[in-house]
């Protein structure tokens, strides 16, 4: 029996700040709960509760939108043919500077750990050889970093299938996907000190190399697939050079130049482990970290490691093609997905908007749950985003003066991507203004914001009018609802109502807060 085991969401970040994520169902879980009030004078006029209210078509209207039941079935059919797990949640650490002291951990064996490193060293190309210091790297790792490692492996359930089968097109060897847990510690997103950006982590001109796209809406460079294919490229290219994958890899790190002239200073030798004291010291304790991360997952199961067994796996997932511009938002609101999950499919669009270029497609990758709902319904649902799309232009305030700027506190599900779009500016203003050199942000930070939308400075806001909801039909908000979840629940009422009949002006909702849901 096939058996594909695959992934969820959440990241290791590489020397950075700790995050957390926090499991969550996929799909927003409706309630209707509706409050109806007695009769009441309003305006002058006698309303009556049990007045038939005619409702108004809406063009826009894709309540209960639902995937087509043969098709859905035939989805359930190959996903029970394909897999029986599910994944994880997985929590952020970071990934410290190797240490080559002995490290005593007895459950390892010297003599045990020279036999496996020698099978392993069989089966690949990689010179997998004993020595000293890769022992303490092997140790050091299996001691302190257990928890870490099996976050890893939970994730690497969702990212090492999309890996091996572009290595796999490049005739590249498959062990080679452990290097993004040593480049990224699998965070799509990682951001080096340098600039250097993905799972793979390519600086900007490299990555042009590669054909990978980045402007200030898409950077192919966290795009998983796409960063993949690249990798393999250049892989490819470095080994041509020295026709050896332990010096490809010292290569993909600090250059070939670099391997070149350590070459020159070992008197000609090829071999990595007599030349490495001639690298750059991040690039010599590189292939250790490497090869120390290959012998862990290949020889988890000895050392009692037990992923978590995560909620949903990569072939949960398929992509659709993004025929005109949508944002992760509209999606969310169409699909109930949550916007998390839809940002960790999604890393590459930087602002959360899937944009509409011409000459390039765009994908959107979404859970098969929604990936039928989204397809059958998508004509209504970028009509949805137009509408959405045309109502942010017209609202488009005044920009202020640029000498007026506020103090913003970063807040918990804070990123600099919601930040700058909430004061009309760019992620890069944001991190010039601040001295930034990466795009992580602590909760309770500081950050000076120059806003170029205007009524989100400092200046008091206008007090709101007193809304009457005497006999009018009630909800109250609860837990995981949303302007449109609410909407889809009464026919003929679109979000913008909700919003003008409780004179709202955002998306944000409390829990427990009273909405008028009709005329």
Do not use: C
Request: charged residues 25%; without cysteine.
């Amino acid at each position: 029996m096939l058996r594909v085991i695959i992934l969820f969401f959440g990241t290791i970040v590489f020397g950075a700040t700790v995050v957390a994520q926090t499991k969550t169902d996929s799909i927003v879980k409706k309630s209707s709960e509706v409050v109806s009030t007695k009769d009441s004078v309003l305006d002058g006029n006698l309303f009556q509760s049990d007045n038939k209210i005619e409702a108004i078509i809406d063009s826009l209207d894709i309540t209960n939108i639902k995937d087509l039941p043969e098709a859905a079935e035939l989805d359930k059919k190959w996903l029970d043919e394909l897999y029986s797990n599910s994944l994880f949640d997985t929590i952020y650490k970071s990934v410290t500077e190797l240490d080559y002291e002995p490290v005593d951990y007895p459950e390892l064996p010297t003599d045990t750990l020279k036999a496996r490193l020698a099978r392993l060293n069989a089966r690949t190309p990689f010179n997998v050889e004993y020595n000293t210091s890769l022992e303490s790297v092997i140790k050091s790792y299996l001691k302190h970093r257990r928890n870490s490692l099996e976050r890893l492996m939970g994730l690497s359930h969702f990212y090492f299938p999309m890996f091996e089968q572009e290595f796999d097109n490049h005739n590249i060897p498959l062990e080679m996907k452990y290097l993004a847990i040593v480049e990224s510690a699998l965070k799509p997103r990682a951001r080096s000190r340098v600039g250097a950006t993905g799972l793979w982590q390519f600086m900007y001109g490299t990555g042009k190399e590669h054909n990978l796209d980045v402007s200030s809406y898409v950077d192919d460079r966290s795009d998983p697939i796409r960063s993949t294919t690249a990798a393999a490229e250049y892989l490819n290219r470095v080994y041509r050079i020295f026709n050896d994958w332990d010096l490809a890899l010292a290569a993909y790190n600090s250059g070939p130049g670099n391997v070149n002239k350590a070459i020159r200073r070992s008197g000609g030798s090829k071999n990595y482990w007599n030349i490495r004291h001639n690298l750059p010291r991040e690039t010599a304790g590189y292939v250790p970290a490497f090869l120390a991360t290959m012998y862990i997952f290949e020889y988890a199961e000895e050392h009692g490691f037990k992923p978590e067994r995560p909620p949903f796996q990569l072939i949960q997932t398929d992509t659709v093609h993004v025929k005109q511009m949508i944002s992760l938002g509209h999606v969310s609101e169409a699909t109930g997905i949550k916007i998390e999950q839809l940002q960790f499919l999604n890393p590459a669009y930087k602002l959360d908007i899937i944009p509409k270029v011409e000459g390039k497609t765009y994908t959107l990758r979404l859970p098969r749950e929604a990936i039928g709902t989204f397809v059958t319904h998508e004509d209504k649902i970028y009509a949805y985003a137009n509408a959405e799309f045309a109502k942010r232009e017209k609202q488009l305030p005044k920009v202020v003066n640029a000498e007026t700027k506020i103090r913003y506190r970063v807040r918990n599900g804070d990123y600099l991507g919601k930040i700058a779009r909430k004061y009309g500016v760019r992620v890069s203003q944001l991190k010039q203004w601040n001295g930034l050199r990466s795009n992580n942000l602590k909760i309770g930070q500081r950050l000076t914001v120059f806003p170029r939308n205007h009524g989100v400075s400092n200046a008091s806001a206008p007090v709101k009018k007193v809304v009457n909801a005497e006999g009018k039909q009630t909800y109250t908000v609860r837990s995981g609802d949303s302007l449109w979840s609410i909407s889809q629940k009464f026919s003929g009422v679109t979000v913008q109502n909700i919003k003008d009949w409780n004179d709202i002006s955002g998306n944000k909702l409390k829990i427990g807060k009273t909405l008028i849901v009709s005329k």
